[in-house]
């Protein structure tokens, strides 16, 4: 019980992405995974638990308890010739040593099923509102940097805390390549706006044919959004803007 | 001497349900437990060393010093056809490691001696003193969270951070079944109060039969009460208001 | 090289009396082992090298560098019936584990030598500087409050951090007696003031008859200590004001 | 891929000289160690991983990620009949028990080499911007404190937190012989002119002929460094003021 990696499946997956999806600054990387998990109906094969997570539950809307978890999911894009992997959870490591266990624990997994490409998901917080979330990134070599700035995305500068960073360098000593997202928010709460703007620059990246006009949708429902994060209902139940 | 479960007694319990009462926020936990160990004159069966708790120790009212310690204690209420196993202590664990090492260990001496039920109990801080101190709840399932709704609970939304927050979640990991009750409170003090809240709740709840007018006598010694915390007196020579 | 207990020496000693003297709250404890260290002309016989310590190197007055380390000296008393450990050293443990890990090595250590009786002494902070500081204390047993109330001692209430509380509470886990010594102080600067309250009332308290003149005026030399404890002069280079 | 120490070669070094160049207060001993690599041509030899590294990543000029990670470089001054081995990184240990583990792993790859001798540097906090930075010194031993004060540096006094303290003191508890160079700083951002305060001293320490006219012009480019600092280029690559 004091540490786990639990497979319902082991999938046979088209040269996988994992994309990073835990809670950070503004909730970026949460919000737009769950958001993908939804429109891509992903399904779940594999949980994380372990002693390196933070020392603490969460409860959802309902008033359920959600024990710190990471879970992995997989899906398949329309007319995308690759799967994803979509990394979803309540919690980051608790400390720095923690954090770099958790980090390799995923990529042991991401590259056992064949996952070459990372994307890693963050806010960049900003003191005053941004009147509309600038993306920035960073990536594990030029031609992905180069790529993304044709897109539109700036190059970040200085230091990445915690897994946005930590899991992209990681992988990157592996010799994957990858890429930071970094949507700037005031970081006060869960900032869909924020995904929002993280996630149409995934998808245009990735070539994804995702849906987001149900995220949009979710801006209004903001605050009562951090609830339902920490436990995910199955994809038949979740109904915008009730579910999420 | 580096970490060591001691048992005095192996007891024979009926469908016991475990009820968490470790120091944190206004020392709510620590004051209902207190209180029903001594009322139900609750017997010590089990203690826990670790060097997994905080780096202190405690002194009692008279001067006494107390290592860091949890102890078990099981008691069965009147006309209850449940025992009740209590956790008593003056440490949570010393950082988010530990309290993921603290809270398996109670939860597998619980679950061998037939725990399926877990109460956790904790202060939810408030800015200002609240005029009574209002009980939120979160639980492992709905059934039990319908049942504390009905008892006069609120739902909790957000995090719970330490033991309250992270045994239950690691209880429903297990399978366990459980509730968790936050009392509002200032956290500036012992806060008898917030504690009587919760204790009425939970008795309502689990159709526990306690005498609580002993504990209500207990908020004039409020400020008295935090040294005694430390070095639990057998319950023999607990009378109130002197021995709390 | 990862930690390592090594000692020069395996003394015969009569019921020895283990003396905390680490760095705390205005050095109060420091202070008081250094001076008997010096006065008892105290021989050094192990030294204490762990990963658990803290990440600093101290400098002493000339510049010099010293690790983090911990050091037992023992030494005899004029006309007493017991001899003295007094523990020594620039650095607690670097987090709460560490704190744990350190204790108990050193109380291995004594109860290995015979010890049964353990003092600890720290400084307790006043946001006023007090006209003189008085001393607090907390103990294993009635027995020893008493005693050191008959001396003047007042009784302590609360928690004591760090290694001035965590060592006596695990002395007391393991059956042995002992007295916390607590000093009134601002905890801004090496306080000899402090450390002479604290000496003076553990002379008396120990039946030892140890000159504390040299402590006074050390007074004097206050702001030029800091670094000298760092790195103790052998016993017989030691002389006031010059050598602390 | 949970730690490793990954060699590329093992070279063979006349009596060399360890020289620690991580960051901390004022980037002074990275923007050191930088200059040197580049000035020497000096061949990275080994790298360390582990997951004692603080949890981040760091983001290049360029946008390009790079995880936490340790490099000793080897290089030859000019005229001198010793090496250097030049500690250069991205993180120290991300807790206590991490900086241990980081700074014996380092010791223990140098003295391999035959290294007796070691350099650490950093930043001393000051609150208003020195005229000019001086520099103060603490070594394992009073020849050396000597050595240094004659070429013009003031004795350090007090503690010297995280590697540039631990290393030089763990050094000495092998019984190696070294010296920490601080250099005055506000330490707010890369600040070069400490960092050209330290490197003069140490030139003139150790005999060495570098030309550090290079980074004078570097003051200009002060804002622009941070980032390259996390991904040096190839030697060959790098022209002030583009490549710094």
Redo the contacts between chains.
């Keep these: 019980?004091?540490g786990k990696v639990s497979f319902t499946e082991k999938p046979q997956l088209r040269q996988p992405i994992l994309i990073e999806g835990l809670p950070g600054i503004g909730y970026v990387a949460n919000i737009v995974a769950l958001h993908l998990i939804s429109e891509l109906k992903a399904k779940k094969f594999c949980e994380i638990?372990s002693?390196?997570?933070?020392?603490?539950?969460?409860?959802s809307?309902?008033?359920?308890?959600?024990?710190?978890i990471n879970e992995l999911y997989y899906g398949s894009p329309n007319a995308a010739d690759k799967d994803l992997i979509i990394l979803f959870g309540n919690s980051q490591?608790?400390?720095?040593?923690?954090?770099?266990?958790l980090c390799?624990q995923i990529?042991?997994i991401a590259e056992n099923l064949g996952c070459r490409f990372v994307v890693t998901i963050g806010g960049l917080r900003r003191d005053l509102a941004p009147a509309e979330s600038k993306v920035f990134?960073?990536?594990?070599?030029?031609k992905t940097?180069r790529a993304?700035e044709e897109q539109g995305a700036q190059?970040?500068?200085?230091?990445?805390?915690?897994?946005a960073?930590?899991l992209?360098?990681?992988a990157?000593?592996?010799k994957l390549t990858?890429l930071?997202i970094l949507s700037e928010t005031l970081g006060l709460f869960a900032d869909v706006a924020a995904a929002r703007s993280a996630l149409q620059f995934m998808c245009k990246f990735l070539g994804l044919n995702v849906d987001y006009s149900r995220l949009d949708q979710a801006v209004e429902i903001n605050k009562r959004i951090?609830?339902s994060f920490s436990e995910p209902l199955p994809p038949e139940k979740r109904r915008y803007p009730t579910a999420i």
């Design positions: 019980m004091f638990f002693p390196s997570f933070q020392a603490f539950s969460l409860i809307r309902e008033g359920g308890i959600r024990y710190p490591g608790g400390d720095p040593k923690g954090q770099h266990h390799n990529l042991d990134c960073a990536a594990t070599d030029m940097i993304a190059v970040m500068q200085g230091q990445i805390y915690g897994v960073g930590l992209l360098g990681l990157k000593l592996r990858g930071c951090l609830g």
